[in-house]
């Protein structure tokens, strides 16, 4: 492949090449001198069409380490402010002889459209999507994997690991681009994937299927020989759980009808210690961030080194993406 759009597609061999690759990034980022020369001469645009502060600069960080060129561009202060389109602005980055798009858009669907674009005008530039829409957000969907993998076997990452653990997905499933890509990846690993979230907060099949199984422990299977249970009850996820993922409320997402009191929100499907009880007792926590602090996750948790897995998912950002920059910009992956 010489595009990362989607995990839907991902292989075990090719989750394993990517959890391989960046535990040696790893390696390399923990020398002194952090770089090496492997993209020298290739140029890595980050195009991104909304906000973004981990993504982008882990992005940025992850090309320079690994000696590529790069060109950073925010919609607001670009040409599309005079009208220029989103294909327009692609193609004048191809002119300028980018190799790999590092593509962000409130729209699903936008990284791929440029990924056409490319093939269809026989060029061979890579297009990684770094989150569009409600659809996906893959590098983050494998730092995610990556960081827990590493968590339980630090000297040999691999999808095997997570096989037979229990991992709770909890919030805004609806809006959750991230919950999308970590769907995918988590359940090709053999673990069991506990979505919890309010119905309004799932997405309309998901939700049907909880209201018409009554709120009871249920098993989805949307994807043959994967594990996917679906909770409107947050108790059931978090019992005996490994892992815990919880979502940020995407409040700008929202219309005034979906957005929940953030009082009761948290009440309900907050994630606090004392609600860490019900989980295996070495349980940890990741959020992909940003974080509303207070809503999603208790302040007290996210800050505990002892659960809380959030500074490590951006750690292990960079590592990941130097890592899909390098299969891509080697065609390997
Ligand atoms: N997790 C994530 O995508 O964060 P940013 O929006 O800051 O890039």
Redesign the pocket.
């Known amino acids: 492949r010489h595009h990362v759009l989607s995990l839907a597609d991902f292989t075990a061999a090719e989750y394993n090449t990517v959890l391989q690759t960046a535990a040696s990034f790893e390696e390399v980022l923990s020398r002194r001198t952090k770089k090496v020369p492997t993209l020298q001469g290739q140029v890595v645009a980050n195009l991104f069409f909304?906000?973004?502060?981990?993504?982008?600069?882990?992005f940025e960080l992850a090309a320079k380490r690994l000696s590529a060129d790069t060109l950073n561009f925010a919609a607001s202060t670009s040409s599309m402010t005079k009208g220029e389109t989103i294909l327009d602005t692609a193609k004048t980055y191809l002119a300028m002889g980018t190799d790999i798009m590092v593509i962000?858009h409130r729209e699903a669907g936008v990284p791929d459209a440029i990924a056409q674009e490319m093939d269809r005008l026989g060029v061979r530039v890579s297009v990684l999507n770094?989150?569009d829409g409600q659809h996906e957000?893959p590098?983050?969907g494998l730092l995610d994997l990556f960081t827990i993998c590493t968590l339980i076997d630090p000297s040999n990452p691999q999808l095997e690991l997570l096989k037979g653990k229990k991992i709770a997905i909890v919030g805004d499933i609806l809006h959750s681009r991230?919950a999308r890509s970590n769907i995918w990846s988590l359940t090709a690993s053999g673990a069991q994937v506990h979505l919890a979230a309010p119905p309004t907060l799932l997405p309309k099949l998901f939700a049907e299927y909880v209201l018409e199984e009554a709120g009871d422990l249920s098993s989805i299977s949307l994807i043959s020989n994967r594990q996917l249970f679906i909770h409107w009850q947050l108790e059931p996820a978090l019992q005996d759980a490994d892992f815990v993922m919880t979502l940020?409320l995407q409040k700008e997402r929202m219309t005034a009808h979906l957005l929940p009191s953030l009082r009761e929100y948290h009440q309900l499907f907050g994630i606090t210690r004392p609600k860490l009880q019900l989980c295996r007792p070495n349980v940890k926590v990741l959020h992909?961030?940003?974080v509303n602090r207070g809503v999603e996750i208790s302040s007290e948790l996210m800050d505990d080194p002892e659960f809380s897995l959030i500074q490590s998912?951006v750690t292990s950002?960079v590592a990941v993406r130097m890592a899909l920059l390098y299969l891509l910009g080697s065609s390997k992956v």
């Open positions: 909304e906000a973004s502060t981990r993504t982008r600069s882990s962000r770094a989150g957000h590098s983050q991230v940020r992909p961030g940003p998912q950002g």
